[in-house]
């Protein structure tokens, strides 16, 4: 939801004063934050880099993963545990029993074995 958008802000904000070296761009300046920092409602950030955080969930007695329609695994064959992510992405997209949206895994042509087995399952 909100809340977890605007710690996304604040752990920017963190390493904006601990990491200087890193040379990130101010918010304000590179970074365009929507929403209310002040009362921790967030709606959207958008980083230098274009990449951005949507708040989703907004309803307080939404069901966990209701507010997901698509989960993206980037490089996923790269990762040593295929199987785990995939499942994992697959929980996050569940709502009362049910799996709701699309699970997208963005890959290369890696020999890993795990990633073999789940492509071969997606077929």
């Known amino acids: 939801g909100a809340a ?4 996304i802000v604040h752990l920017y904000r963190e390493l904006l004063s601990r990491r200087q070296e ?3 761009a101010p918010i304000d300046k590179g970074v365009k934050v929507y929403g209310s920092e002040a009362d921790r409602q967030v ?4 980083f230098e880099n274009l990449s951005r955080v949507t708040r989703f969930n907004q ?4 069901i966990q993963g209701d507010g997901y ?3 993206t695994l980037e490089e996923f064959s790269l990762y040593r ?10 929980l996050c997209l569940q709502g009362e029993g049910t799996t709701r949206g ?4 963005v890959a290369n042509a890696s020999p890993n074995a795990q990633w073999q087995r789940v492509k071969k399952v997606k077929k």
């Open 4 to 7: 977890h958008t605007w710690r």
């Open 102 to 105: 699309h699970l997208v895994a």
């Open 43 to 46: 709606d959207s950030v958008i």
């Open 22 to 24: 890193w040379d990130l």
């Open 59 to 62: 309803e307080s007695d939404a």
């Open 69 to 71: 329609s698509r989960v």
């Open 81 to 90: 545990r295929c199987e785990a992510l995939w499942a994992q992405g697959l």
